[in-house]
C-alpha cells in the first residue's frame, strides 16, 4: 500500500511537469501571443514581431496573402518576410551582445 502511494506521488510529479513544460512551449493559444495573422477581407499577412504591434501596413505587412500563401512569384513574398525575421533576429542577438559587453 505505501509503495503504491509513493508510486502515485511520483507519477503525478512527472505528469505536474510534463504538462508545465507543454505549457511553457505551446503558450495559452491567447490573441495575444499571435505572431502572424492572415488578414483575407483586406490581403494582408502581418508578422507581429516586425510591426511593433501597430495596426496597419507596418514593415511586417504584405499585401497579397492568397499569393503569399499560395507561394507565387516564386515564393520572393515569403523570403522577404523570412529576411526581415532574420535581420530582427541578428539585431536581438547583437543589442544582447552589447548588454552584456557593458
Known sequence: LLSARINDAERLAVQRERSQQYQSLVGSGDRSERIRTYNFPQDRCTDHRLSGGGEGGGE?????????????AG??????????????EMTLRLEGLLETAK
Open 75 to 88: 515564393g520572393e513574398d515569403l523570403d522577404t518576410l523570412i529576411d526581415a525575421l532574420d535581420v530582427r
Open 60 to 72: 511586417g505587412s504584405i499585401n497579397g496573402v492568397t499569393r503569399l500563401l499560395a507561394a507565387e
